[in-house]
Structure formats: structure tokens, C-alpha cells
């Protein structure tokens, strides 16, 4: 088939997945923008109320920034426990030792859990540790906050090794035995060839890491549910506890969802660019 007929056809095969696309998520991301700014409990009684619900999410509900703050440093921790991790064991397992590929697959298998069959895992497993100390992760905020860390490393790092394990595997050989030749030391190697090897890896591994840890939900709903008081309750919890928990709030947990949605889309492109910078330089 040319590429005169492939243009021809072109938009036939396109318009299904297209129409989807519009369909499942464009016509009700723009409706959710335009019930941002209405007062409703039903998308038929919405009325207009201006910005006044972007002015209360921000003013009447303190637990919104406070969301957002806790949201903000899990995801700073978890993108750099992950990446760390997940980059050391993609270079052990990437130096030929027995067993390789029964260790990737073990590593890899957390991945597949759901979120909340994973949560409540990890909620049962921490419990049982804390109960020796009489207490449990809903005693305090920083309890949870470590428990929503432990738990992404161990489902995300998997993950990210795969990704690590391919970057790494394309790293000209010739390049590696010409560092050794010319008496590179092993720290050497990794900082100067191997990591600027590698760095389309690390900017798609971190712009993993940031969007799942910024928008986890079902994980922190089932390891501790925003206890103690909301302490350790992240973004998207606050804000479906927003819509469903409160009477008359739709129109605001609506606002806080586009705030939201701006927020991960800003901080998906910085760090895109960031990254993709280094791999210009590289």
C-alpha cells in the first residue's frame, strides 16, 4: 500500500478511535470544566455561580491545600525511592548473575495486584507490625505517610525496573569496554556513561512515578482512608470525599478536580521538559 492510499484512508481508520477518545473523555472533561463553575446535584439543575466554588475550595476547606501539600512530598519521596530502586536493581540484574529472569519476574508480579486488594495488604501486614508497639497506622500522620511510600515502592519498582533494564541493555557495548580500557572506575562508568545512557528511560520512569503517585486513590483509601482526621488524606481522596461526602458541595469538588487536572498536566510537562533537556545534552 502507497502513501498516497494510506492518506486516502487515513481518516476512516482513525474516526473510531477518535470518537472514542472524544466521546469517553473529551465531551465529559469539557463538561466537567463547564460544571466547575455552576452550583448542582444533578448535571439538569446546575446553575451559574462564577468562580465562587474555586474560591471555596480554597478558603472554606482547609483540608484542600492541606491535600495538596501531603500529596506534593509522598510524590517527591515515592518519584525518588522508586527511581533509585528500581535503577540499582536494574544494573544487579543486568550483570548476567543465575537467575535473572525468575528474579525480574518476582519483582515485576506486584505490579499486577489491583489497588485496593494491595491496600488492604499492606494496611493488614503494617497492623500486625505496629500492634506489637500498641498502635496501628491511623495513630499518626507520619505513620501513614511512610505506609503510602512503602507501598508504592513496592508495587512501582517493579515496574520501573523493566523500563531501567531495557535502557540499560542498549548501552553500546563497545563504549563500555572502551571505559575499561581506557581505566574508567566502576563509579565512573555508571555517572559519565551508563545514567546519560539511559536517560529516556529515567524521563518516562519519572513521568510514571509522578502521575500514579500524584493521583493515587484507591491505595490511600484502602491503607488509611485519610486517617487520623483527614491527615494523610491525598488529592484525589479529598476530592471524591468532597463530591460524595458532602451535601451541596458537588459544584466545589468539581472545581477541586480541574485544579487538580491543571496541576498533574503542569508538573507532567515540567518535568518532561526537564528531563528531556538532559537527554538533548546527553
Known amino acids: 500500500m502507497n502513501s498516497s492510499t494510506l492518506r486516502k484512508y487515513f481518516p476512516l481508520f482513525v474516526l473510531p478511535t477518535l470518537l472514542s477518545f472524544c466521546l469517553s473523555f473529551v465531551v465529559p472533561f469539557l463538561l466537567g470544566v463547564g460544571l466547575s463553575f455552576t452550583e448542582f446535584t444533578t448535571v439538569t439543575n446546575a446553575k451559574w455561580c462564577g468562580f465562587q466554588n474555586y474560591i ?47 528474579f525480574r519476574s518476582v519483582f515485576f508480579l506486584p ?114 482512608a485519610g486517617a487520623p482526621e483527614k491527615s494523610t488524606e491525598m488529592l484525589a481522596l479529598n476530592i471524591y470525599n468532597t463530591f460524595y461526602g458532602r451535601i451541596g458541595w458537588q459544584g466545589v469538588g468539581q472545581a477541586k478536580a480541574v485544579v487538580f487536572f491543571i496541576i498533574v498536566a503542569l508538573l507532567a510537562l515540567l518535568q518532561l521538559k526537564l528531563t528531556a533537556s538532559r537527554e538533548v545534552e546527553s
Not at 519521596?77 to 529472569?101: H, Q, Y
Open 111 to 224: 505490579n499486577l495486584i489491583g489497588g485496593i486488594v494491595l491496600g488492604y495488604i499492606w494496611n493488614l501486614l503494617i497492623n500486625g507490625v505496629l500492634a506489637n508497639f500498641g498502635v496501628d497506622i491511623t495513630y499518626a500522620a507520619s505513620y501513614g505517610f511512610f505506609g503510602l511510600v512503602l507501598l508504592t515502592n513496592w508495587q512501582l519498582i517493579g515496574y520501573m525496573m523493566v523500563i531501567y533494564i531495557a535502557g540499560l541493555q542498549n548501552v553500546p557495548e563497545d563504549l563500555l569496554e572502551a571505559a575499561a580500557i581506557d581505566g574508567a572506575s566502576p563509579a565512573k562508568t555508571l555517572f559519565r556513561i551508563k545514567i546519560p545512557a539511559v536517560m529516556p528511560s529515567i524521563t518516562i520512569c519519572t513521568f510514571l512515578t509522578l502521575t500514579n503517585s500524584f493521583k493515587m486513590f484507591d491505595q490511600n483509601l484502602a491503607l488509611t
Open 56 to 102: 471555596k475550595a480554597f478558603t472554606d476547606d482547609t483540608g484542600f491545600l492541606h491535600a495538596l501539600g501531603f500529596t506534593f512530598l509522598f510524590t517527591v519521596v515515592s518519584i525518588v525511592t522508586v527511581n533509585i530502586f528500581a535503577f540499582a536493581l536494574a544494573l544487579l540484574l543486568t550483570r548476567g548473575i543465575r537467575g535473572t529472569n525468575l
